[in-house]
Each structure stands twice: as structure tokens, then as C-alpha cells.
């Protein structure tokens, strides 16, 4: 956020309407300033839902990001039902491109998959007898 000081408001013409949107917004930014404290001394960890063990597998991978882009998805498509013109276009467009990504992850996951299954001397995890 960019903050206005003092010095900038004394350049300003007394009693012209920038004079007052110069002061609106040094009291706009001294409220924030004041209400919404500095959140970079917030400790920010990463969830557990978003965060992948340095040991994970590539197969884990792919599923932990086609599961993500599942819910960008989800979440583009809610914010696109708000919105109208150009701006839903936009946002049913970000939608069309995170479906063709989590397509392709999932395409890889599958030969992934398959091609797991066909490396002899591993074990057979659908084995149930």
C-alpha cells in the first residue's frame, strides 16, 4: 500500500477537489494503518492440504495438483456466476484453462498409473485373494 505523507499534502492547492482527495485518502491510509495492523509479522504456514512431503512420489504429486486445479476450478466457477460482460468471459475462460491443465495432469497420472502396473516384479496392489 502506498502511503501519503505530510510533505505531499503541502503541494497540494488549498481548497481545490484534488485538496481533497489527497486528504480523503491520508485519512483513508492512516485508518488502515491504524485498524488492519502490519500482516508480515504473521506467521503464514502452508496447510496441510497444500503442502506435499519432499519424499512424495510423482504419482502423489499429480494427484495433490489435479485435486487443487479441481478446486480453482470450482472456485472460478462460483466467482464467474457473479459476474457479468466481459468480466465473466474472463473468468469462464480462466476455468477453460485450469480444465485443460488438471485434463493433462490427469492423462499423466493415468499413464503413470498404467504404466506401473506393467513393471514386473512389483507388487500387486489390486490383489485381493
Not at 497540494?12 to 495492523?37: K, M, Q, W
Not at 499429480?62 to 468480466?87: F, H, I, K, P
Request: hydrophobic share 45%.
Amino acid at each position: 500500500m502506498k502511503k501519503t505523507s505530510p510533505a505531499s499534502i503541502d503541494f497540494v492547492p488549498e481548497g481545490s477537489a484534488i485538496d481533497t482527495l489527497v486528504l480523503d485518502r491520508a485519512a483513508a491510509d492512516r485508518a488502515l494503518d491504524f485498524y488492519l495492523p502490519d500482516t508480515s509479522m504473521l506467521d503464514v504456514s502452508p496447510s496441510a492440504i497444500t503442502t506435499l512431503k519432499d519424499s512424495a512420489n510423482l504419482q502423489a504429486a499429480l494427484s495433490c495438483a489435479s485435486d487443487l486445479l479441481r478446486c480453482a476450478a470450482r472456485s472460478a466457477n462460483e466467482v464467474s456466476n457473479a459476474l457479468n460482460g466481459v468480466q465473466r468471459e474472463h473468468a469462464l475462460l480462466i476455468i477453460n484453462r485450469v480444465e485443460k491443465a488438471r485434463h493433462y495432469i490427469e492423462n499423466s497420472l493415468a499413464g503413470l498409473t498404467a504404466s506401473w502396473e506393467m513393471i514386473p516384479g512389483q507388487p500387486d496392489w489390486q490383489a485381493t485373494e
